[in-house]
Structures are given as C-alpha cells and as structure tokens.
C-alpha cells in the first residue's frame, strides 16, 4: 500500500521554465513533508520541507505548496536549470517519525 | 552541516556471506537511524528503525534475522546482512535524526551479490 504517490514518473521542461513536480498522500496524520533530489548511487539530498499548518514555503528557486483538505502538495523549481535534472522525492512523516517516501519523479531540464 | 557517514559505498559478496554495513553520524548525536532500501527506479523503502540500546523495530515483510540492526551508540549504527543472496543486491541507505539536525542521510551502499 504506497501512502505517498507521485503520479508522473517523469518530466521534461526547458531551461528557465517552471517545473512543477506532484505528490499524493492518503494518510491525514502526516504531520511534515520534505523533498529531496537525488542522483544515482547517491543518498538524497534535502531540498525544502513544509509544517501541515502551513500551505507554503519558499526557498529561493524552490517554493513547496501544500494542499491539506486535498492530501496533495507540490514542489515549483523556477527557473529550471539543466543542474536541476535528477530524481525528485517526496516524503512524509508519520506520527512515529519515519519519512515515508513517494515513488520518484525523474526531471529532465532541457538547455 | 550535519554528516553522516555511510560505508562502505560499495560491496561485492559471494553468495551465503554476511556483509555489514555502517553508519556513522559525525558531528552530532542520532536519536534514531533508519534503513532504506532502494531497487533501481523505485522508491527507497523502509526497512527499519533503530534506537540507541533498544532492538531494531522492522517494517512488514522484511526478515529481522536476515538484516541485523545494531545501534550500539548514538553515532553508530550497522546493518548487516546475513547469508546473503543475489536477491539481496540492493541500494542501501541509511539516515540519522536527532531534534536539532532533522533527517540527515547517508551516501549508501551499493550490495551485489553474485
């Protein structure tokens, strides 16, 4: 049973265009959600996280949305850098503390 | 930052071996550590979390005698791998989470096992 979703298993966007990457959840007792980006045979990397009590979070190039009555928030990278290509994940943290990790969602930036 | 240190990177193991995994949070102490498990395209999959003195508690499905989890401080945790098999080849991963420092990650270990 996979809590946390990202429907799109890939995207291409041009170079300074905005990405817009998406992740599902099912379980309301999620209490904090975090995305990270990811190379192959690498751990992922921290990128912007976000409270259940808030809807938005802004960190430079990286703004994370949070829709809570519909279980979904986004992640917008813009502009889009071809530095910006790898495997994005979502994660959600239940009330235990452990990150539950969405299914990935591969970003390709095109030049 | 914080650091977490993982090794090694990569291992390559002959089948009914055991291969140990460790990992080390640097610079600050870990209240817990987890282990993910990660199959090529696919999501990273907890296996495991793990406290400082008290045993491992182990996500459905994955064989607590197979992967060992020792937490024998609050800086160092191992997961080994025990008669290991070629369905074992796998992205390991492991993070530390302290209060002050969230969720830190390691770099992973890549197990083969031929």
Redesign the interface.
């Known amino acids: 049973d996979?809590q946390v979703k990202q429907n799109s298993p890939s995207l291409s966007v041009q170079e300074g265009r905005i990405s817009i990457l998406n992740c599902d959840y099912t379980n309301s007792m999620f209490d904090y959600f975090?995305w990270?980006k990811k190379y192959p045979?690498?751990?992922?990397?921290?990128l912007i996280s976000i409270s259940s009590i808030k809807d938005k979070n802004e960190d430079g190039r990286f703004t994370v949305f949070l829709n809570k009555s519909a279980k979904h928030l986004s992640l917008h990278i813009v502009p889009s850098q071809p530095g910006d290509s790898a495997v994005y994940?979502c994660a959600a943290r239940s009330p235990?503390?452990?990150?539950?990790?969405?299914?990935?969602t591969l970003l390709a930036v095109q030049p | 930052g914080a650091v977490v240190s993982q090794h090694p990177s990569r291992v390559i193991c002959k089948s009914g071996t055991s291969v140990k995994i460790e990992c080390r949070s640097l610079d600050f102490q870990a209240t817990t550590m987890f282990w993910y498990r990660q199959f090529p395209k696919q999501s990273l999959m907890l296996m495991a979390t793990s406290n400082e003195g008290s045993k491992a508690t182990y996500e459905q499905g994955v064989e607590k005698d197979k992967f060992l989890i020792n937490h024998a401080s609050l800086t160092l945790s191992t997961l080994t791998v025990t008669s290991a098999h070629p369905e074992d080849s796998s992205f390991y991963i492991c993070s530390a989470n302290s209060f002050t420092q969230g969720y830190t990650f390691g770099s992973g270990t890549r197990l083969t096992v031929v």
């Open positions: 996979q975090l990270y045979a690498e751990g992922p990397t921290f994940f235990t503390n452990k990150l539950i990790f969405g299914t990935g």
